[in-house]
């Protein structure tokens, strides 16, 4: 059972602001998807390996052969805040 | 002749060879048209008239000069929002994006560019693509055109309203869990899911990396061969794109379906599914019959895994993916922000939907310390399970044949407080995602309301062609039975 | 009470690729802010990551060169964490199949020599920079840094002190640079350590708790930050407290270290297989190949230096401790022979010159080549070595051509008897006193003789001849 601390140390990990609104109604929700993504539980899987892909490729690397980079300025224009030469925010000092 | 709207992309194509038609008065007619209708619809989020004009005279221009045409060329087009196109904003609609103008097309785009495709605009979807109804947008709910108090599902919800209401002749969605399927179905008309890896994701804002792939959606499945010629390929930006050689899926077109075998899951008509939908399914599945395929039972024993393996899955990729959307390099930022902290918290919080949030909570719990075994570990052994439950069934049959969808389109509103209960509306289309293969949703009748009911074929690794032979031959012959 | 350091590192090497490591930008140092930037190592949503094969290809090197296991089946995993210096919120590392384990480097202390374990070597991407921005007082984001290749080499616990840590350090960056990987400029922060020590009492079997302090990027830093780590933890325990397990910086100019502020839940990183990038698989025969094409390793170097070249051990490890020295060693030998000579003025003046000039050695104001020429104008006696030295001082300002040295400031050693004679002649006719001190068995008498010819001829002449003649007159 998902408790209420639970889903606000979630929340934390995902940077995300619940008010205790929204973290009582996560709970409920989470309570219930959980219940239900526990079902993958009951099936055995006893020596089955894990696929993280639904096709069976590797090895697919590029050539270490330089490309043109972007334009700062394409990169930059969608900042929120930028000085024209890099991203800029709040000091991190504090 | 059909009104311009109501055409296929394919005759639309032919109409200009035979100087029927002129690119700029059909890329006209469909601006003219989306004016009045779309203020039901509600498909586009952003319409690029302008571009499209300038672009449909200079595609007109090559045509009178007698040059040799791209297969798309002068062929208007809708894009799911999720797709990045250079200098035209793509929002996935979400708050968060709102503003977001990509400097680089997706790979699909370039495509499609090259092709000669003329882009109408950005189509409404469920914010991040996670949905099932389009009632997940930050911006407007879409209507389904069939009836408008229904969803058109989702999440590619927009890119098959504009296609079923003929605001555009076809379009691009994206399908994660049945995203390009279960819309198809609940508007009536045709959406491919391509094999996982067929067509490059370079460009695609990622929802959950291992299971995305875009695919068309169109009135036919002519079209939906031609636009898959038109995006299916290698591409070098995407590790996950298959190095194959190039196909010409139109050569599948093929009336005939003598001797194809297919298999009927037991597993996808379970009690879960309306008994109208398996009605009209199981009518399909006789012409089929009559048609001279072989048909049988067969049975997926792990789907009813699916779902929930699905669900961990596609939410722990999610909840890293959306990482990236922290307010410093492009998208949201909170007003309300003096800390670095403030930047990452209030910007995710105030930029992204409830349900966005919900899966990512999800996605972060199942892969949190402690829980990371027993859930998406588990889950990617399902996984394996159920790709070893579709190798074996497709040592015997060629093609399987399932609903699209457990019911037709719902009352708008009508699930949009219990998650869970949406969730449920990935039942048939996930299993596809989950084992990489290709599936067609396409319509297959009616239900009492009115509502289409689609039919879906799937197909094993890479063999979109008698997928889509086979739901060329359906549809040949449907009407006249 | 006596306690036992316990020090193990976390090796950082960007590898010198020309490219990143998941998309074409380039990885060449400096540069404007954001320049050598694209949507892929700026996180753009959409963009998708492919692995730059060299990547691979060097870190199986690393591998090999340290004796590590090359893993057969490999695969990369996303760590995520927020940070504005980490566009995607995940760095892309490798968590449980890493390319290379198990391997180990020999180190030198003093006498001692001593097996430092390698726990294993693993792929990732660096982070980007944060700059502060005077103007504004804020941070400034420049992701030129993000998506350069890493090569993270995990030790075991092996070191005991300050000495055997900076001794690793030393090995393992000699051995990068000899397989040509990573180029090693600690001040430009392509090679930095994570220090993780421990302390217990000598006896105790139980580790104490220990602290990580990260990127240190000099030996100094690393010594010091060790010794100052040793010194703290001592105190906390002999204080009756208990050491925190917490991840530390170091301060360099303050030489001190302090405990970073963290939340507890931004520890959880959520490990999980790349989706985006497909797993790795490496044939015997591809690892051969990269075995087989492996160049020469310090230790081999120093072996046949002592063996085949006769020079001491002692000089055999200093040349050899760093590919560029040793490199420059055998292209002044290639040029003039003579080794000995060539291991001298390494050993006397050229580290002395790249210390105080603060380069590295293939970046040195002079080539080997003009070093071996030197070497050959002492050699044929064109040049006195004293002589030398001030052409070699005038090398290290202008990097000339030593022969163009000497010619143009006619630094030519004198040998003709005849110009010498007449000199000496004058010397000792004007010194009459100087003769009867030696005769009274002054020897100092003669080194005053030979410095006033030599003076007299501005030290051009050659000292052999001068002090023959000398001593023809002394000995009359």
Known sequence: MISKEEIKHIAELSMLNLSEEEIQKYTVNMQDIVEFANKVNSLDTEGITESAFALDTFNVFRKDEVRESFDREELLKNAPSSNGEAYSLPSMMN | MKNICELTAHEIREAYESKELKVTDVVKAFYEKIKVDDEKIKGYITLCEEEAIAQAEAIQAKYDAGEKMGALAGVPIAIKDNMCTRGVKTTCASRMLENFIPPYDATVIKKLKDAGAIILGKVNMDEFAMGASTEHSAFFKTHNPVNLNKVPGGSSGGSAAVVAGDLSPISLGSDTGGSIRQPAAFCGIVGLKPTYGLVSRYGLVAFASSLDQIGPMTKDVTDAAILLNTIAGHDEMDSTSAKLDKKDYTKA?????????IGIPKEFFGEGVN???????????????????????????????????????????????????DGIRYGYRTKNYETMQDIFRNSRSEGF???????????????????????????QKVRTIVKQNFDKVFEKYDLLLTPTAPSTAFDIDSKINNPLEMYMADLLTVPVNVSGVPAISMPCGSDSEGMPVG??????????????????????????? | MEYEVIIGLEVHAELSTKTKIYCGCSTEFGGDPNTHCCPVCTGMPGALPVLNEKVVEYAVRAGLATGCEIARESKQDRKNYFYPDTP??????????????????????????????????HIEDDAGKLVHDGYTGGTLVDLNRA?????????????????????????????????????????EGSLRADVNLSIRPVGQEKFGTRTETKNL?????????????????????ESGGVVLQETRRWDDEAGEGYAMRTKEEANDYRYFPEPDLMPIRLSEEYIQN?????????????????????????????????????DFFEAAVAVCGNAKSVSNWIMTDIIRIAKDKGVEYNELPFTAENLAKLIMLIDKGTISSAIAKKVFEEMVETGENPEKIVEAKGLVQISDEGAIKEVVDRIVAANPQSIADYKAGKDRALGFLVGQCMKEMKGKGNPQILNKLILEHLNK
């Not at chain 2, 990371?372 to 889950?379: G, M, V």
């Not at chain 3, 968590?95 to 006498?111: F, K, T």
């Open chain 2, 275 to 325: 008994s109208e939908v398996k009605e009209k399914v199981l009518a399909a599945v006789k012409t089929f019959e009559e048609l001279g395929a072989i048909v049988e039972e067969c049975s997926l024993p792990a789907t009813e895994y699916c779902l929930p393996a699905y669900y961990i899955i596609a939410c722990a990729e999610a909840s890293s993916n959306l990482g990236r959307f």
């Open chain 2, 353 to 379: 939907g409830e349900e966005v949030k919900r899966r990512i909570i999800l996605g972060t719990y199942v892969l949190s310390s402690g829980y990371y075994d027993a859930y998406y570990k588990k889950a």
């Open chain 3, 88 to 121: 995607r919120a995940y760095q892309i590392s490798q968590y449980d199949l890493p390319l290379c384990e198990h391997g180990h480097v020999d180190i030198n202390v003093g006498e001692m020599s001593k097996t430092i374990g390698i726990t294993r070597i």
């Open chain 3, 290 to 326: 990269i075995k087989d094409t492996l160049p020469e390793l310090p230790e081999s170097r120093r072996a046949r230096y002592i063996s085949e070249i006769g020079l001491p051990e002692y000089d055999a490890g200093i040349i050899t401790s760093s590919k560029h020295l040793s």
């Open chain 3, 217 to 237: 990027n000099s030996f100094r830093s690393i010594a010091r930050c060790i010794e100052f780590e040793i010194a703290r933890q001592k105190e906390v325990l």
């Open chain 2, 253 to 261: 077109l093929v009336n005939d379906v003598k001797g194809i075998k």
């Open chain 2, 455 to 481: 039919l879906q074929l799937i197909a094993k690794h890479f063999d979109e062609e008698t997928l889509l032979r086979a739901a060329y031959t359906y549809e040949q012959n449907r009407e006249v039975q």
């Open chain 3, 147 to 187: 998506g350069v290749p890493l090569i993270e080499i995990v030790s075991e616990p092996d070191m005991r002190s300050a000495e055997e840590a900076v001794a690793y350090v030393e090995k393992l960056k000699g051995i990068l640079e000899y397989i040509g990987v990573s180029d090693c400029k600690m001040q």
